[in-house]
């Protein structure tokens, strides 16, 4: 076997694409992710993994909430758009016309026409490398579309990352 490249090999596990919404008082924010993971059934658990230079990243820590939305394959121009974008400069929400709806525990906006939102509490957070892993208690979960296949990390996609 010859050896390859380690950040082109790492490409090669298959990712399925969502969103995160966070809010915090007045500030928010829907970043792109796609390193995301169930890590238990009992409490149900999941992580997400996020740059401390991302916009979203302190909007999280500081409300201790956030939401993920699985997105629909139909959805890959909405994935581009929040993963190229900033809070920094913009709201997304604002300008990309992004249709939300309410949650019930948090304040974080939910996705409309995604596989599936989630809304979650921060149980934990890990500084590991160069990133956050977020570890989410799932309090609800929305509208699971059994027909809808889920969006999937591609090279097309990936080249696109900041
Ligand atoms: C397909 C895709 C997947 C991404 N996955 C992640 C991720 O898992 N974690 C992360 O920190 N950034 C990820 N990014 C990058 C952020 O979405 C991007 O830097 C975004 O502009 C940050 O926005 P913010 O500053 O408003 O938070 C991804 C981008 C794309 C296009």
């Known amino acids: 076997m010859q050896s390859s490249d380690i950040k082109v090999s790492l490409r090669k596990i298959p990712n399925p694409v969502g969103l995160v919404t966070a809010q915090h008082n007045e500030k928010r924010d829907v970043t792109t992710v796609a390193w995301i993971s169930k890590v238990s059934n009992i409490p149900p658990l999941l992580m997400i993994s996020i740059s401390p230079e991302r916009y979203i990243h302190d909007l999280i820590k500081q409300s201790g909430e956030f939401t993920l939305a699985i997105l629909s394959e139909k959805q890959e121009e909405l994935a581009l758009y ?14 990309g016309r992004i249709l939300t709806e309410k949650p019930f525990y948090i304040k974080a906006p939910l996705i409309q026409d995604a596989v599936v939102n989630l809304e979650c509490r921060v149980l934990d957070l890990y500084t590991t490398g160069d990133h956050t892993l977020f570890i989410g208690e799932v309090l609800m979960a929305y509208g699971v579309k059994d027909d809808t296949r889920p969006l999937v990390m591609t090279d097309q996609i990936t080249s696109l990352r900041l």
């Open 82 to 95: 929040c993963g190229s974008k900033t809070g920094y400069d913009v709201d997304k929400f604002q300008e």
